[in-house]
Nanobody
Framework: QVQLVESGGGLVQAGGSLRLSCVASGRTFSSSVMGWFRQAPGKEREFVAAISRSGGSTYYGDSVKGRFTISRDNAKNTVYLQMSSLKPEDTAVYYC??????????????????WGQGTQVTVSS
């Protein structure tokens, strides 16, 4: 069983930055693809970013390209989401997700096996 714990959310003004972290328990982190998704009130969950097992390949949703950066540290079982130039429309609960034992990086929810509890990000205008 894998547990994912996110941290780093909070309240920030528009134009500011935040860094989210997600720590995974267990031994499968380095062989797993990691992703970040978000869900705003009244909206469906949306893909934000994903990263390959080695960290050599990254993928982003159109709304965050150029502003967000995903990275990982396999020695620490941790994936990060650096968010810059934040906008009020980035306000959402952010979830990290783990797709176990795969080389395929997915930008959709279905393949991800484990999910964190979410961390709230609120961007004020």
């Amino acid at each position: 069983q894998v547990q994912l714990v996110e941290s780093g959310g909070g309240l920030v003004q528009a134009g500011g930055s935040l860094r989210l972290s997600c720590v995974a328990s267990g031994r499968t982190f380095s062989s797993s693809v990691m992703g970040w998704f978000r869900q705003a009130p009244g909206k469906e969950r949306e893909f934000v970013a994903a990263i390959s097992r080695s960290g050599g390949s990254t993928y982003y949703g159109d709304s965050v390209k150029g502003r967000f950066t995903i990275s990982r540290d396999n020695a620490k079982n941790t994936v990060y989401l650096q968010m810059s130039s934040l906008k009020p429309e980035d306000t959402a609960v952010y979830y990290c997700a783990l797709d176990r034992d795969t080389i395929v990086v997915s930008t959709t929810e279905r393949p991800y096996d484990y999910w964190g509890q979410g961390t709230q990000v609120t961007v004020s205008s």
